[in-house]
T-cell receptor, first 116, second 115 residues
Framework: EAGVAQSPRYKIIEKRQSVAFWCNPI?????LYWYQQILGQGPKLLIQ????????DSQLPKDRFSAERLKGVDSTLKIQPAKLEDSAVYLC??????????????FGAGTRLSVL | AQTVTQSQPEMSVQEAETVTLSCTYD???????LFWYKQPPSRQMILVIR??????QNATENRFSVNFQKAAKSFSLKISDSQLGDAAMYFC????????????FGAGTRLTVKP
């Protein structure tokens, strides 16, 4: 079974530029999460989707961050314009909605963003 | 608000020895789940072990086991017979049981395994 796929693995941009990250969850996983992991910290949830609807985006800085999951499968997270403090690893995770495994989140390898 | 605290930024263990990583959490909920994730340099978070709060029996997965003390809100991870491949960041995480979101992570413990 294929895991959570993310691209790119690395991205370096100048401040005020825009950037986009892509995530393809495990097949059949209706719930998708985007996390921000700043160096030396644990991941922090940015947004959660169930199918193509947003469940929780309370910690997403909506003035510069946006995310979509139009067809309820893959998802894109965008930052525009980027700030220096956005430098972090952006992790995508997915999980089932029901069943005994619904509380387990499976993670991708993340995208490391450096804003210069 | 639920918080997760890992008080050991770094730990070291000799290969084949046993090490225990500490985690405490704060919650007013009675139904929740606790997890330990491993993050090697490849950055991918890998689930090591999970514990349902309603279960009194401590979870075990091969060389990994937990000591879950619900009253003390403590959830430590014991790694037996440590191997070089166990070297990684370990994160403790908490999630409410009735809502499929809002997983909170601790700051992590970096484990070094010495040959």
């Amino acid at each position: 079974e294929a895991g959570v796929a993310q691209s790119p693995r690395y991205k370096i941009i100048e401040k005020r530029q825009s950037v986009a990250f892509w995530c393809n969850p495990i097949s059949g996983h209706a719930t998708l999460y985007w996390y921000q992991q700043i160096l030396g910290q644990g991941p922090k949830l940015l947004i959660q989707f169930q199918n193509n609807g947003v469940v929780d985006d309370s910690q997403l800085p909506k003035d510069r961050f946006s995310a979509e999951r139009l067809k309820g499968v893959d998802s894109t997270l965008k930052i525009q314009p980027a700030k220096l403090e956005d430098s972090a690893v952006y992790l995508c995770a997915s999980s089932l909605v029901g069943g005994a495994l619904k509380n387990i989140q499976y993670f991708g390898a993340g995208t490391r963003l450096s804003v210069l | 608000a639920q918080t997760v605290t890992q008080s050991q930024p770094e730990m070291s263990v000799q290969e084949a020895e046993t090490v225990t990583l500490s985690c405490t959490y704060d919650t007013s909920e009675s139904d929740y789940y606790l997890f330990w994730y491993k993050q090697p340099p490849s950055r991918q978070m890998i689930l090591v072990i999970r514990q349902e709060a309603y279960k009194q029996q401590n979870a075990t997965e091969n060389r990994f086991s937990v000591n879950f003390q619900k009253a003390a809100k403590s959830f430590s991870l014991k790694i037996s017979d440590s191997q070089l491949g166990d070297a990684a960041m370990y994160f403790c995480a908490y999630r409410r049981g009735y809502n499929n979101n809002d997983m909170r992570f601790g700051a992590g413990t970096r484990l070094t395994v010495k040959p």
